[in-house]
T-cell receptor, first 111, second 112 residues
Framework: EAQVTQNPRYLITVTGKKLTVTCSQNMNHEYMSWYRQDPGLGLRQIYYSMNVEVTDKGDVPEGYKVSRKEKRNFPLILESPSPNQTSLYFC??????????FGPGTRLTVL | DAKTTQPNSMESNEEEPVHLPCNHSTISGTDYIHWYRQLPSQGPEYVIHGLTSNVNNRMASLAIAEDRKSSTLILHRATLRDAAVYYCILRSSGGSNYKLTFGKGTLLTVNP
């Protein structure tokens, strides 16, 4: 089944403790991206990647890192999480400018 | 960045058609118009996309203005399951900017 998976689905952590949210797709998509969703602010893009080793900033990249070492994986790294990064995170992938497939979301709480 | 403008909310009655508008006056020739929707407590899902011509699929229709500066998503017979936030975005198929801006979308309420 074609899908985008994210892990973990739920995470509660403390300020400053490094964490990684994984994203994986099985559709051989070139484009992958991360979004955060906060009440009243809609979906905002954090980072995106056009292909292996090619990444670029979205609208809200501060406090996040990404890597794209393999085509199928696009992890989101929070080196020193802060409470303002408490949010619902979505990963998505697509072929170039084709339709986006979204993951199920990761709800992150930073205390 | 190519941005879109949508009404914050719209209301419809069940089994009636719904026309959701989107303005994108700065669209470029290589931008596709995409629509997604997000049901409560779920991730966004693809609805439809197009470049210049009107498009139909099993979920909806997309009407694109001749100058491409606006588009309309048409749900032919709204059901309660269509209540969601609908997002209109532009996706570049050329150039160097592949950043995506979703905005807040349009919250569609469907009345029984």
């Amino acid at each position: 089944e074609a899908q985008v998976t994210q892990n973990p689905r739920y995470l509660i952590t403390v300020t400053g403790k490094k964490l990684t949210v994984t994203c994986s797709q099985n559709m051989n998509h070139e484009y992958m991206s991360w979004y955060r969703q906060d009440p009243g602010l809609g979906l905002r893009q954090i980072y995106y990647s056009m292909n292996v080793e090619v990444t670029d900033k979205g609208d809200v990249p501060e406090g996040y890192k990404v890597s794209r070492k393999e085509k199928r994986n696009f992890p989101l790294i929070l080196e020193s999480p802060s409470p303002n990064q408490t949010s619902l995170y979505f990963c998505a992938s697509s072929l170039w400018s084709g339709k986006l497939f979204f993951g199920p979301g990761t709800r992150l709480t930073v205390l | 960045d190519a941005k879109t403008t949508q009404p914050n909310s719209m209301e419809s009655n069940e089994e009636e058609p719904v026309h959701l508008p989107c303005n994108h006056s700065t669209i470029s020739g290589t931008d596709y118009i995409h629509w997604y929707r997000q049901l409560p407590s779920q991730g966004p899902e693809y609805v439809i996309h197009g470049l210049t011509s009107n498009v139909n699929n099993r979920m909806a229709s997309l009407a694109i203005a001749e100058d491409r500066k606006s588009s309309t998503l048409i749900l032919h017979r709204a059901t309660l399951r269509d209540a969601a936030v609908y997002y209109c975005i532009l996706r570049s198929s050329g150039g160097s900017n592949y950043k995506l801006t979703f905005g807040k979308g349009t919250l569609l309420t469907v009345n029984p």
